[in-house]
């Protein structure tokens, strides 16, 4: 069993990354990036003004000819409830037909667990594709004031690591209001503990990348000639290094 660790110099310490059983070949990366979607009102650089209804009544259209796909995250504090849905087309006799529609329905919600207040972070129809992004809870943050979202990728193949977003919005529970942090850059997306920065695995060859939120400065890392598929990047408690796996021979076991 061969293991390497590669130390590479970071703004604010290092960045460590552990090899497990690498052999020597070409860096897994993406084929190409995720289809380009509309982006909601609330896809601004700015704060937009939020969507203020109560649970239960909705801002999206009636989907009843629709088949809808949908998870719930729940906030740590258990204050909050986050619901992702995505909405296919049907053919008659409810079976579902990716074929027969060339848009689907993407919606993310937020709402009080006691029900007296609910923020539409987005409501929009999107084209279908091969990775088609479905929206998804990236984390919650540690205060307990926003939501980190994100769209998720469907590869394509034999991937070991689970993309976790490929771009970044924070949701300010107070106001409703969303920011883009992060357009959709990368696969794997990893915030350190203040919260103040991400890292992520750019598409094409830039390799891992460290991204400023505040003033979207970002720093690359190459990695090249590490011989497998790159995930399950891990900050330090005091954000002064990362640690980044590479698992080899993903698609022979």
Excluded at 216 to 226: F, K, M, N
Aim: aromatic fraction near 8%; hydrophobic fraction near 40%.
């Amino acid at each position: 069993m061969l293991r390497r660790i590669l130390v590479m110099p970071l703004v604010y310490g290092l960045l460590v990354i552990f090899a497990a059983c690498a052999q020597p070949g070409a860096l897994s990366t993406p084929t190409a990036p995720p289809p380009t979607v509309t982006v909601s009102a609330t896809g601004n650089a700015s704060p937009v003004a939020p969507t203020d209804t109560p649970a239960g009544a909705t801002s999206t259209p009636v989907l009843e000819a629709l088949d809808t796909q949908s998870t719930t995250t729940t906030s740590p504090d258990g204050a909050w409830v986050a619901v992702a849905a995505v909405s296919y087309p049907r053919l008659k006799g409810g079976v579902t037909c990716a074929g027969c529609s060339d848009e689907y329905f993407a919606r993310l919600t937020v709402h009080r667990a006691d029900n007296s207040q609910m923020w539409t972070a987005l409501a929009e129809w999107r084209p279908l594709g091969l990775g088609a992004p479905l929206p998804a809870v990236h984390s919650w943050s540690a205060d307990g004031a926003a939501l980190y979202y994100t769209n998720l990728v469907r590869p394509d193949g034999c991937g070991f690591f689970s993309s976790n977003g490929t771009d970044l919005w924070r949701l300010d529970l107070a106001t409703g209001a969303s920011v883009e942090l992060m357009p959709a850059n990368g696969y794997y997306l990893v915030l350190s503990p203040d919260e103040t920065q991400v890292a992520y695995l750019a598409f094409g060859q830039r390799g891992l990348v460290v991204r400023d939120l505040a003033t979207g400065g970002e720093r690359d890392y190459p990695l090249v000639d590490l011989g497998g598929q790159l995930g399950a990047a891990v900050w330090a408690p005091d954000a002064s290094a990362l640690a980044l796996t590479v698992q080899s021979e993903v698609c022979g076991g």
